[in-house]
């Protein structure tokens, strides 16, 4: 990792960019493959699984067999594991439903909100490396507790045609029945268009590599949602003297081994927090089986020493982390200073994996800045809001004139007269 000493804060936008992509054919690739699944469908979906990911798809869908194969296959330490995080993340979730609430403006004049759930939603499942089973529970708790009609899982399958049985069995625990063997930017289009096997959604969510970012945003273009903007994981941690170094160590690679793209940053007030930081990384690099990985993605990676608490929480809300760690003394008051983050996490022993799996907040956060704008995924992200007013005979009279007011300013004549047939009608 570069150390970087007392920036100066006209050198920080330069100091905090993360890790660049030659992007300038990848739109253009991955357009090209939206366009033929859109046209050729199912079709189109088999000879791209056969050039990317070598394996030959004739039935896409998971039988029923093989989530009850799966669940038999893992260890029973394991699925207690996924049991625990499930009921911390529904606990977490379900208490963010609201209740209709209506407020009268004036009287006679009332106006509420309800939130509807999002009919088809699709989620897309990495299953390379890292099988993310934990995102199921991320994205499928939330989308059922939504009551979302229809949910879609698309998941790539290995080359014989099988997916990992965890991905299987989180998602039958969540009552996803739905789940396609199909990965990469074909099964974004898939989703997005679909085919004879894979029903159409209209909200499609998940992390994934670069092409399949940039097809969930590419089909955005084209009128499906998705859930934010993504790109590779990363980790700030904000730490003092009063931090445990090895913990640190251990945030820093937690993220570090997600992706060589990846990007881990340090920022400190003490030299020693960066020198023994500097030590734990080494001794747990070489322990590492992603040592590769997390390689790479340090090398994109900075420790910042700065004057003061001041100096470091403003270069952190500037930089608009994924994961924030505060490994500091008064952490609880230094979190209320933090206004750009996807998620936070508290003191030397909450660690961001905590996060990732089973704590019970949402895994599924903006990267790349974009936290200085989006929120991560909740259950408000498998909802829509729609707003609902009704307005007595005494209502309209009530608000009548002001209506008519501001229509006429602004030169809308039949506007005005909506509300002016009505109230002449109350005369008659």
């Not at 209709?100 to 309800?114: A, D, F, L, N, Y």
């Not at 790109?231 to 009063?242: C, F």
Request: net charge negative.
């Amino acid at each position: 990792m570069q150390i970087i000493k007392y920036p100066a804060i006209n050198t920080w936008n330069t100091l905090l960019q993360r890790p660049a992509m030659d992007t300038s054919t990848l739109e253009q690739k991955v357009g090209a493959i939206l366009q033929d699944v859109r046209i050729n469908g199912d079709e189109a979906v088999r000879r791209y699984a056969a050039e990317f990911d070598k394996v030959t798809l004739t039935d896409f869908t998971v039988p029923a067999s093989a989530f009850a194969k799966a669940e038999d296959s893992l260890e029973p330490a394991l699925k207690a594991a996924i049991q625990q995080a499930a009921k911390n993340i529904e606990t977490f979730h379900r208490a963010q439903q609201e209740v209709p609430r209506i407020v009268e403006t004036m009287p006679g004049v009332q106006c509420w909100r309800k939130s509807v759930a999002i009919e088809r939603v699709g989620l897309y499942i990495p299953g390379g490396s890292a099988p993310l089973f934990s995102t199921i529970l991320m994205l499928g708790i939330p989308a059922m507790i939504a009551g979302c009609k229809e949910i879609v899982l698309c998941t790539p399958s290995n080359a014989q045609g099988e997916v990992h049985p965890a991905i299987l069995y989180t998602a039958a625990l969540v009552g996803i029945s739905k789940v396609f063997t199909i990965g990469g930017v074909q099964a974004i289009g898939a989703m997005a268009f679909g085919t004879t096997s894979v029903p159409q959604v209209y909200k499609i969510f998940g992390p994934g590599n670069q092409y399949v970012t940039c097809a969930k945003q590419l089909v955005n273009k084209s009128g499906v949602a998705i859930d934010m903007p993504a790109g590779p994981s990363e980790v700030a941690v904000l730490a003092d003297d009063s931090c445990v170094p090895d913990f640190v160590a251990a945030d820093l690679l937690s993220q570090a081994e997600h992706g060589p793209d990846s990007q881990v940053v340090l920022v400190t007030t003490s030299e020693k927090v960066i020198s023994d930081v500097e030590k734990a990384l080494q001794t747990q690099l070489d322990q590492l089986p992603r040592k590769n990985i997390a390689t790479g993605a340090l090398a994109n990676s900075r420790m910042i020493l700065v004057e003061d608490m001041k100096t470091a929480v403003d270069l952190l809300n500037a930089y608009a982390p994924e994961h924030l760690i505060l490994a500091c003394k008064d952490e609880l008051n230094i979190a209320d200073n933090i206004t750009n983050a996807g998620s936070v996490f508290l003191g030397n022993y909450t660690p961001e994996s905590a996060g990732d799996y089973a704590s019970g907040t949402n895994h599924t956060l903006p990267t790349n800045g974009y936290a200085r704008a989006y929120s991560g995924v909740s259950l408000d992200s498998f909802v829509k809001k729609i707003t609902f007013q009704q307005i007595s005979r005494e209502g309209l009279q009530q608000i009548g004139a002001t209506i008519e007011a501001m229509a006429a300013a602004e030169g809308l004549d039949a506007h005005k007269n909506a509300v002016t047939v009505r109230l002449r009608n109350f005369r008659m």
